[in-house]
């Protein structure tokens, strides 16, 4: 069977940017790469933007909410907004996608175990092919689990062999 592919790119916004993930400059080089890549090969693009409650760091419509200046849709691109986790959760995530044919999705964003995490195993459990960028994706940290331990147990435990496959870079789409 052949796999159409589309690049979900989950979160890459100003507020999550500007709050300094782990490994940021090489994280948007990735993100930037793999959205020229998929540009140049045709793949769609999915941006997923997430909306906080009034008052928190991603109110819509906000500096913060806005997609990262240098990583952001263009007119052919489709936009999802969500205000869970998941990008499926109470969106129109899986109608795009099979409206677009893809069978496999390629994720990147942020944060690793919170919206990637969420997405990859909501896109897993409705049969899509997952492959997850291990350079694509970073965290800020969450209590005593620093960021670098989070991208290296969702990259290399928990993801691999159970929800998706989980590459360095991406050769092709």
């Given at each position: 069977?052949?796999?159409?592919?589309?690049?979900?790119?989950?979160?890459?916004?100003?507020?999550?940017?500007?709050?300094?993930?782990?490994?940021?400059?090489?994280?948007?080089?990735?993100?930037?790469?793999?959205?020229?890549?998929?540009?140049?090969?045709?793949?769609?693009?999915?941006?997923?933007?997430?909306?906080?409650?009034?008052?928190?760091?991603?109110?819509?419509?906000?500096?913060?909410?806005e997609f990262y200046r240098s990583i952001s849709p263009e007119e052919a691109d489709t936009v999802i907004?969500?205000?869970?986790?998941?990008?499926?959760?109470?969106?129109?995530?899986?109608?795009?996608?099979?409206?677009?044919?893809?069978?496999?999705?390629?994720?990147?964003?942020?944060?690793?175990?919170?919206?990637?995490?969420?997405?990859?195993?909501?896109?897993?459990?409705?049969?899509?092919?997952?492959?997850?960028?291990?350079?694509?994706?970073?965290?800020?940290?969450?209590?005593?689990?620093?960021?670098?331990?989070?991208?290296?147990?969702?990259?290399?435990?928990?993801?691999?062999?159970?929800?998706?496959?989980?590459?360095?870079?991406?050769?092709?789409?």
């Open positions: 069977m052949e796999m159409n592919s589309a690049l979900i790119v989950i979160d890459v916004q100003e507020g999550l940017v500007q709050a300094g993930p782990y490994e940021k400059d090489r994280v948007l080089q990735t993100v930037s790469g793999l959205i020229e890549q998929a540009r140049q090969q045709q793949v769609p693009i999915v941006f997923v933007r997430h909306a906080d409650e009034p008052g928190g760091l991603l109110e819509p419509e906000s500096a913060a909410w907004e969500k205000t869970h986790n998941s990008a499926f959760y109470q969106t129109n995530l899986q109608e795009e996608l099979e409206r677009l044919g893809a069978t496999r999705v390629v994720l990147c964003g942020l944060q690793t175990e919170y919206c990637v995490d969420a997405t990859c195993k909501s896109a897993f459990e409705r049969g899509f092919d997952v492959v997850v960028v291990q350079d694509g994706h970073s965290t800020l940290g969450e209590g005593p689990v620093s960021a670098e331990k989070l991208k290296e147990l969702y990259g290399e435990t928990i993801w691999p062999g159970r929800f998706a496959e989980v590459v360095k870079t991406l050769e092709r789409f």
